[in-house]
């Protein structure tokens, strides 16, 4: 965008943007929707036990399914993926396009090997026996951390698209920043969001030899 | 890419040379008719718009209310059967809810906030416009059903090998409004996924979930504009109360709306993939609906009234001559309501058996909700006081609003006491009480804001003796209707049943009550008429027919598309009243200066991203009942959308130079009809 007089250049009240503000107004609203379904897991989690049953008729446990490795390899992949995208901001604001392709084409590569490990385990769950229809927890467990998902699939498309946009030329000056600190503040929210569903749906199943929540039935072999 | 420069400053768009969108294609900027209208980033043309869908959807509901009524008026009736009954109770509600109050509140939203302010436009015309189509398209999808529901009864699906996977019990919704699980869920295990109800019910998923997006597109704007686009001096404490409640309906909005936003999609998971979220057999809990539905329907309630007590906050004081009494504690009071509204949600629930903890409660949260309310009411007598009180119709439709509202208020403090409400839960008397919120003070505010600002927006005055005899048969058909209902209620008449047996001493009263209905409707028609009839014929009036109080009446009538020949400096609240009685003056800043001002650009790209809603919304009902090849509907609306929304992004925003009257060299604003 050219330093034309546009309409989002003029002083605003507060002196905060637009699109920045409605930004953050968006990422008020997402709190709201992701604390309602964390809410709806955690509810049902505290009310049943972590048990199921899959397809063949054996009682499994959502702890056994766990890789937990893995999932704290792809947060640490997610969280690192912020940085990048930090580096990115910094980058459009001192205008080096340049640095800003290379690290926005590093936060796409780390969403993407996010979104994979994810893919990875939905698979593995689900030949493990647990499915979205055999249990509550499969319903929300999938629901919850699938919403998320589907999250970070959004923000990948909105910087590849951003990414290609910069070799346009148009993506630059001050409104060019704007543009990619407001999708940074999108993206940070949603790693933000995964810390807690990490912690809430998978770490405090780790807490005590049966939990934080317990199974729920009286003897289990782990 | 620089879109003004090679534009001369003109005072009519029309003069413009066509200016070419970042995509090279011309935008419909300089276009009249059907074109403007379907790709106008005008915030008053949409507010029109929304005011004219909202109108029309209002008569909808009002025909399915009739008919209710129609039904009821006599014991052992048959004019409808029991599940036509079911239908069009879940789709009056719906309708008057989400396509006739909620827009007519967001006409009044696009139509005054940015002229109240001091702004040109919203913060985002182009998703002004998409949020506004977006609502037309979820409207239409819910409606969808009714024609499926006819198509239906006429025997057209009969031949469909997929029409009895189509329907178990219904084509239009039948679950009541706040569609209760199980019954808008499923039941059996393992993902057997069987329905209680028909494809209405993921028609009223999909729309709702439609609107929602609609309204959240539209809330992020407005609280971003009222927050960011005031004009010099207009601070938070001196902005119109219109404007303050704007902005704490739109951040209800955004609180709100994602917990049902999550319950509509738990549900739909439910119905379509076979989730377990609220199926019993399978050990989900049909409550949690119920909790989540509330804790989005209650802050809803408020969402529906608080427009409403804005545009009465206007009204009095310009009627009475009089500034309004303690404004600070009437958006305060307007604060408090909408943040305790995010606490009572379970005063819905209490015969679900909360416990007593909870109960109590939220006995005491609902009844602390009654004191800022009732804060209001005083200070708007506290405005009448000692004012010299003009009866003009928007002022009696106020002062109506006033004294039902506190009506429906006082049956609502009843149903705090957990005991008491336990007797009156889904009997009638819930229905008296909260049509005498939503019709007496919701209604009469909005009918009170439509005759108030009417002569802003078209420039006419609406026929004075006709708005009388409207506005007296709206309150009159309304008390026959629902007064009644009161004692109907506590003689044990239930809710949601289509006919009731001859004996139960509910004769009388349901005659009187389908009579007074019959009054209001005329009225309620009579009132849209004379208004349709303004917009064309109604008599050429001045600017400031009614000696108004805000920044909207220093504007010619109807209003310039730059709003604001020069921008406005206030000095205080209340900034045009003072102007002209007062000391304080409206300064004004030639701020366009030579270049003239900056217009936002016409786009189609709004229209077309929500048409993907059209199809989505469409395909996914079709899809969730099995209709072969209806997956490929929802996959076309998607990509719709999502091609909508990247030659949104990549078109750019444009823009254009209009020179004002005031750049042109005359001094002050120019007035199209003299005083």
Known sequence: MSETADAHDAPTSTGIDHKKLIMWLFLASDCMFFGTLISTHLLYRKLYPSGFTDAEGHQRFIQNLFNIELTSFSTFILLMSSFLMALAVSAMHKGEIKSFRRNVLGVIFFGLIFLGCQVFEFTHFYHQGLTIQNSVLGSTFYVLTGTHGTHVAIGVLWLILMYFYSFTGKLGGHMGALDVEVAGLYWHFVDIVWIIIFTAVYLVEYLGPNGFWGTGLPAVTK | ?675
């Open chain 2, 1 to 675: 890419m620089s879109h003004d420069s090679h534009h001369d400053p003109v005072a009519c768009k029309t003069e413009l040379a066509p200016e070419r969108s970042d995509l090279g294609l011309i935008r419909p900027d300089r276009t009249t008719g059907w074109t403007d209208w379907l790709t106008t980033v005008d915030h008053k043309k949409i507010g029109i718009l929304y005011g004219a869908f909202a109108m029309f959807y209002f008569l909808v509901g009002g025909v399915e209310a009739l008919a209710i009524r129609t039904q009821l008026a006599r014991p052992d009736n048959d004019f409808i059967t029991a599940r036509m009954y079911n239908q069009l109770f879940t789709m009056h509600g719906t309708t008057m809810i989400f396509l006739g109050v909620m827009p007519l509140s967001a006409a009044f939203f696009n139509f005054l906030v940015p002229l109240q302010i001091g702004a040109r436009d919203v913060a985002f015309p182009r998703l002004n416009a998409f949020s506004l189509w977006t609502f037309v398209f979820g409207a239409f999808v819910l409606n969808a059903s009714w024609l499926f529901e006819f198509a239906h009864l006429a025997g057209w699906l009969n031949s469909f090998d997929w029409h009895k996977a189509l329907v178990y019990t219904d084509f239009a919704p039948a679950n009541g409004w706040f569609s209760y699980a199980p019954l808008s869920g499923t039941f059996g295990q393992n993902g057997q996924a069987l329905r209680f109800t028909g494809v209405g019910t993921d028609f009223w998923i999909i729309g709702i979930q439609v609107l929602g997006i609609a309204s959240l597109a539209a809330s992020f704007n407005f609280i971003c504009t009222i927050i960011n686009m005031r004009a010099k001096g207009m601070t938070m404490m001196r902005l119109p109360v219109f404007t303050w409640m704007t902005l704490i309906t739109a951040i209800l909005i955004i609180l709100a709306f994602p917990a049902i936003t999550v319950a509509l999609i738990e549900l739909m998971f439910d119905r379509a993939f076979g989730a377990n979220f609220f199926n019993p057999s399978a050990g989900g809990q049909p409550v949690l609906w119920q909790h989540l539905f509330w804790i989005f329907g209650h802050p809803e309630v408020y969402i529906l009234v608080l427009p409403a007590m804005g545009i009465v906050s206007e009204i009095l004081p310009t009627f009475s001559g009089k500034a309004l009494f303690g404004y600070p504690i009437i958006v305060f009071s307007g604060a408090v309501i909408g943040f305790l509204g995010f606490a009572v949600w379970s005063h819905h629930m209490f015969t679900t058996g909360l416990g007593p903890v909870p109960t109590a409660a939220f006995s005491l949260l609902t009844m602390a909700i009654a004191v800022p309310t009732g804060v209001k009411i005083f200070n708007w007598l506290g405005t009448i006081w000692g004012g010299r009180v003009r009866f003009t119709p928007p002022m009696v439709l106020s002062l109506g609003f006033i004294w039902m509202f506190m009506c429906g208020g006082f049956s609502g403090v009843m149903h705090s006491s957990a005991p008491a409400d336990s007797q009156q839960q889904d009997s009638y008397f819930v229905i008296a009480h909260f049509h005498y919120v939503l019709l007496g003070g919701v209604l009469l505010g909005l009918m009170a804001g439509l005759y108030f600002w009417f002569p802003k927006i078209f420039g006419r005055m609406p026929n004075a003796p006709i708005a009388y005899l409207a506005s007296g048969m709206v309150i009159l058909g309304f008390n026959l209707a629902f007064g009644p209902m009161h004692y109907l209620g506590l003689a044990g008449m239930p809710r949601r049943t289509h006919t009731y047996h001859a004996g139960n001493g509910w004769e009388t009263w349901n005659y009187v009550a389908t009579i007074g209905a019959y009054i209001l409707g005329a009225g309620v028609f009579l009132a849209f008429a004379n208004l349709a009839w303004t917009a064309f014929k109604g008599k050429k009036c001045s600017s400031d027919p009614w000696g108004g109080r805000t920044l909207e009446w220093s504007l010619p009538s109807p209003v310039p598309e730059y709003n604001f020949a020069q921008a406005p400096i206030v000095a205080t609240r209340d900034a045009y009243f003072e102007d002209r009685h007062g000391g304080k003056r409206i300064a004004y800043e030639n701020d366009g200066g030579e270049a003239g001002v900056h217009m936002p650009s016409q786009s189609w790209m709004p229209l077309v991203a929500s048409t993907g809603f059209l199809f989505a919304g469409f395909g996914m009902p079709m899809m969730a009942m099995g209709v072969p090849h209806a997956g490929w509907i929802v996959i076309t609306g998607l990509g719709v959308l999502i091609l909508g929304i990247w030659l949104w992004a990549v078109e750019g925003p444009g823009g254009y130079m209009l020179k004002t009257p005031a750049a042109a060299g005359s001094p002050a604003p120019a007035e199209t009809v003299a005083h």
